[in-house]
């Protein structure tokens, strides 16, 4: 797929493989050196001009980000089920209520400034977190964060919180607190020298491309062995297969037509394809919230989901490349024993339109001489966005037109730049949007439903926490189960709630499934091997994967 996405989801997998060092209490640094000529080109679904910015609390920052300036005190490798794998932490435990969290930091880590870390930079970096809410992406409920010695960290909550667990421990970015202690508006700056713990840090930036070269400070023994790496725009899918083909490219994760054709002859060319997001039609729901439109009506959300003709979908627009979707927004496969109902394990695979009048009608949307539908004097017409040069969501918005016309629907799609794109998403200042349901910082569903609970939402024209609730969504029952499933660790009560969330999001759609797609991605190796493969998934190869991006780009080795 040709895009760029915000999927807030962590990884772990063959984890002496993926992070070296990582069992000890120590990390060493410097080790053997990058060759000073080894560089890569990467391509991660930007379009138009790059809008710089390495604050990894804010919703637009650059994906390099996190995993190659920040990391976390552990990670979850999505693409291989398995344990946490410690990065800034070797170990954390909680106590019986689950209200304190306590965290042991690595020691012989240093900051790209030669700094060193410790676990005052931990807590500090939670307490910044606690102290602005928007850079609370999650809601966590932190009370305090304190830490004991150089390399101890106790989090205190103000309610049991196990189910935050993964947020707070595999996708929060740790940062320098002799530098983001000096940072007034930590919300807004764009932190233009930043300083990380991870693999690389910035060396060149324009609004066409940038270049990150590597940390000479980094804990890893002996990484990275790639000395620069180098971010591009691309426009369209078209110039994306001309990249990689011509060796102008050596990884990007995008949807290209005829993809094994195209690659039948290039002997240095792979991909691997590894579904785990689930696009969907992103709606703003909450007209109490400030959302306007007829998507605000649920009658008008359940009657997209039923009209539409997946099978084709998949054929016209993911290439047969995807996978089904479930209306829990889960994965029926990985996820099947955390669905209740086994009749909203899968989506529809074709339309019925018959089903989708009748809501309609039942609702008081009455066709007119024009086939479309009104109510009230207000037409049923849905403005629909997508970024320019996604190809395969401008694909769908085509197909998709034509099916909900069939039904009095006039869907209108339009494409912005990926700034204004994601900009209007979190503002809430869109009617429909293409996007996708990310996977959460663990296996465990809860950071999915997170995106349901009114306390990660904002009215419009306010910025909603990234990943958080863009559709603007309301539900007294599903912020009580959220809160009710993160109060424990008893995975059979948890299951109870969840199945409560279902019922109410099922019948909602605040989030309308289309299909879990395709998340391939293709690598070169003229310039670099040690890529993720089919047979070591030892990441989630997504070139746009936060977190997991610093994890493959450490295993790399310059070719010979």
Known sequence: MFKLTRAVVAATAALTLAVAGCSGDSGGGGGASAKKDSSITIFNGATGTIVENWNPFTPTFLQPTNGLIYEPLYWYNFAAQSKPTPMLATGYSWDAAGKVLTVTTREGVTWSDGQPFSARDVAFTFNLIKGNKALNSTGVSLASAQATDDKTVVLTFTKPSFTDEAA???NTPIVAEHVWSKISDPAKSINPNPVGT????????SAQSYVMEKNANYW????????????????????????????QVDWMSAFLPGLEQLLKNQKNLTYVNTPALTTSIFTCAGADLGCTGPQTDPAVRQAVYRALNRDQLNKLAG??????????????????????DPD???????PDVAKANQLLDAAGWVKGGDGIRAKGGEKLSLTIQTVTGWSDYISLNDAMTQQLKEIGIELKPTQLSWNEWNNNQVQGKFQLSLDSIGLGASPNPYATYLKYSSRTTEKVGQAAPPSGNYARYQNAKVDAAVDAAAATNDETVQKAQYGIIQTEIVRDLPYIPIYVNSMLTEFSTSHATGWPSNDNKYALPASWKQWDNGIVLTNLQPAK
């Open 168 to 170: 707070v421990i595999a």
């Open 198 to 205: 991870g693999p690389y840090k910035l060396k060149t930036f």
């Open 220 to 247: 890893q023994p002996g990484k990275p062995q790639i000395q620069n790496v180098r971010y591009i725009a691309l426009a369209t899918a078209d110039a994306a297969s001309a990249a990689l083909t011509a060796g």
């Open 319 to 340: 290439g047969g490349f995807a996978e089904t979707a479930s209306p829990t927004m889960l994965l029926p496969g990985r996820d099947k024993s955390w669905i209740a």
């Open 344 to 350: 909203n394990l899968n989506t529809p695979a074709g």
